[in-house]
């Protein structure tokens, strides 16, 4: 039984007591959070504490914190010589106080307060400082995942710049197409099974393969008469830069 | 039973012989391709044809070839008074010869030589020259599809518009993703079921909503970071410029 406990109440928090609950070789010991309450619909009253001097003996604890707290709460902690670690995609393991054993357990999904996630097919990023700690790491991520990756610190940052890629981007790029529907008094819903099929298809074929479109095909025509038909400023630059840069891709 | 005819061999056209073929309401009289061959695999040779000339009564003739040819293909049909549409978001319906009854049948869809796409849930936009033509338009459509859309030449062009947005511009973003894990040596695989659950997640919320990232929570330490870790200038200029719109979003 690995013994667990989460630091943290936000939605990766949330969702790692929700999965650990319900995962048979895994124990929740306790959860830390400022306002406790935030807690109560996940566990018992009494596995909640609002004081680090509080927490218990674990085998792991996961700080799930905004990037910015990670430092403080890490250094905050009251013991030493334990597995801690981190569930960022962007701040280093160092950034963990030295005193205790170091590590990352970043799992690579967006995750929304309001939407289920599977689990089993979130990519969990494992790191460790010690490589003995490295296999409770990858036991704990085992038992909650079927997508267990090493990824180090430099691997670790480049990934989470990958994702605001085909994510963050990704949406904008699904909003401003939502825009445009607006403006001409079309639903979004027409775009949607799009936006499905053009998701699907890159599970199966590479991205350059995958590509479509009139940039693709080097039609400078339909590219100026998109240009000429927007109206927004910020959209024609887009349209623009990502047109470029679609053309340039060898 | 409405009667089809085809004009084309592309991706659009094979797709659409394939879903008339198996859809009960509809008989397809023929189809027409300059390399007959081509269509082998979908139809018995007596119904393709490589001469207009050969071309027989159909209710209904859709041309499905590139958008320059669409133009010349319909001044080149044989005959008059018929209805004739094409399959193109950005070619206007007035393209068509004025000689016969015109109209379009657009599938907001990417479609691919090599993945099954099911047609019911392929959005069809239909608009015609005159109302009585609609209605066999439609007829048509119902028949393949459970998302038929009214559409004008205006809002046509601007769901194409919208389309390479959220189509051909979200590739681009998956195919940057793809270089930047071949870089650090991480597999595409990682970041499939982030691609999946984005696209997703837009089907419930809408998109202004389901933003999230260093963009959207104006997290400037963490931009900074992203475009000094990207080496590469082109993507330096796109994460930067899309943040700015992220940024600017009200």
């Known amino acids: 039984m690995l013994k667990v406990t989460v630091i943290g109440s936000g939605n990766v928090a949330q969702h790692l007591i929700r999965v650990f609950n319900n995962s048979p070789g895994i124990e929740m010991v306790q959860a830390y959070a400022r306002t406790p309450q935030s807690l109560l619909h996940l566990l018992p009253e009494n596995k909640i504490t609002d004081s680090f001097h509080n927490l218990e003996e674990a085998d792991i604890y ?71 700690d490295y296999i409770v790491l990858e036991k704990l991520a085992n038992a909650i995942s079927d997508n267990v990756y090493s990824v180090d610190s430099t691997q670790r940052q480049s990934l989470h710049v990958a994702a605001v890629f085909v994510s963050n981007f990704v949406n904008h790029m699904y ?39 009139p940039a693709r095909r080097n039609d400078q025509t339909t590219i100026q008469k998109h240009i000429d038909f927007l109206e927004d400023e910020n959209m024609k630059e887009i349209y623009h830069i990502l047109s470029k840069s679609i053309q340039n891709t060898k």
């Open 175 to 213: 909003k401003l197409g939502n825009d445009i529907c607006q403006t001409h008094n079309l639903p979004f819903d027409i775009l949607k099974p799009l936006i499905t099929e053009t998701a699907a298809k890159v599970q199966l074929l590479n991205p350059a393969e995958a590509q479509t479109g």
């Open 62 to 132: 996961i700080i799930s914190v905004t990037d910015d707290a990670i430092s403080e709460v890490a250094s905050a902690l009251p013991f030493s010589r334990r597995l801690v670690v981190h569930t960022s995609g962007s701040v280093s393991q160092n950034s963990l106080d030295s005193k205790n054993k170091r590590g990352v357990f970043y799992p690579l999904q967006t995750f929304s307060k309001n939407k289920e996630v599977d689990f089993k097919k979130v990519p969990l990023c494992l790191e460790s400082e010690h490589p003995e």
